[in-house]
T-cell receptor, first 115, second 109 residues
Framework: GAVVSQHPSWVICKSGTSVKIECRSLDFQATTMFWYRQFPKQSLMLMATSNEGSKATYEQGVEKDKFLINHASLTLSTLTVTSAHPEDSSFYIC???????????FGQGTRLTVV | GQNIDQPTEMTATEGAIVQINCTYQTSGFNGLFWYQQHAGEAPTFLSYNVLDGLEEKGRFSSFLSRSKGYSYLLLKELQMKDSASYLCAVMDSNYQLIWGAGTKLIIKP
């Protein structure tokens, strides 16, 4: 089956620094990638949708200047959390789909802890 | 508004059968998905229904009734490793996934 690789799996960073999370589709071309955030015991919250080569579409309430998303190729999307604060600590998950495939394939997730 | 409802938590016994229900109200419908998520891990795909009826896949089956806005996930011969959260998600007319809050399933020996 399709594989989506997300890196790193976990990261601890100091408050005020930036963190980049990568999401790669390993064996298919991902025309669309989704970035989610998940707080403990809660469902996935969609942050943004990105299509290859175009600007990401952010959900209401998500700061686009804080959560920078780049989808430069059909196999790679990145999420950069800029000037991280402790309240940004969360589980971030990416998913990817190709044009003809409706179900989304998920990366392993990244647990971000900001201290 | 768009809404997905599923029970918050369910408990079942190892070896038994459990049914997790999901009701939805969305703007359009392009399919319903069930995902399994173990604590601290990303969701994994279980099933996809777009037509009414029952889809069986091993120990897991998923049912859909579009007229009733209703689906269920049926798990048979429960194993301890089935303890997880089960997420129901509906793809709306814009092909956006609308997620339920998830049902935490606890399996007891």
């Amino acid at each position: 089956g399709a594989v989506v690789s997300q890196h790193p799996s976990w990261v601890i960073c100091k408050s005020g620094t930036s963190v980049k999370i990568e999401c790669r589709s390993l064996d298919f071309q991902a025309t669309t990638m989704f970035w989610y955030r998940q707080f403990p015991k809660q469902s996935l919250m969609l942050m943004a949708t990105s299509n290859e080569g175009s600007k990401a579409t952010y959900e209401q309430g998500v700061e686009k200047d804080k959560f920078l998303i780049n989808h430069a190729s059909l196999t790679l999307s990145t999420l950069t959390v800029t000037s991280a604060h402790p309240e940004d600590s969360s589980f971030y998950i990416c998913s990817a789909s190709s044009g003809g495939e409706l179900k989304a394939f998920f990366g392993q997730g990244t647990r971000l802890t900001v201290v | 508004g768009q809404n997905i409802d599923q029970p918050t938590e369910m408990t079942a016994t190892e070896g038994a059968i459990v049914q997790i229900n999901c009701t939805y109200q969305t703007s359009g419908f392009n399919g319903l998905f069930w995902y399994q998520q173990h604590a601290g891990e990303a969701p994994t795909f279980l099933s996809y229904n777009v037509l009414d009826g029952l889809e069986e896949k091993g120990r897991f089956s998923s049912f859909l009734s579009r007229s009733k806005g209703y689906s269920y996930l049926l798990l048979k011969e429960l194993q301890m490793k089935d303890s997880a959260s089960y997420l129901c998600a509906v793809m709306d007319s814009n092909y956006q996934l609308i997620w339920g809050a998830g049902t935490k399933l606890i399996i007891k020996p």
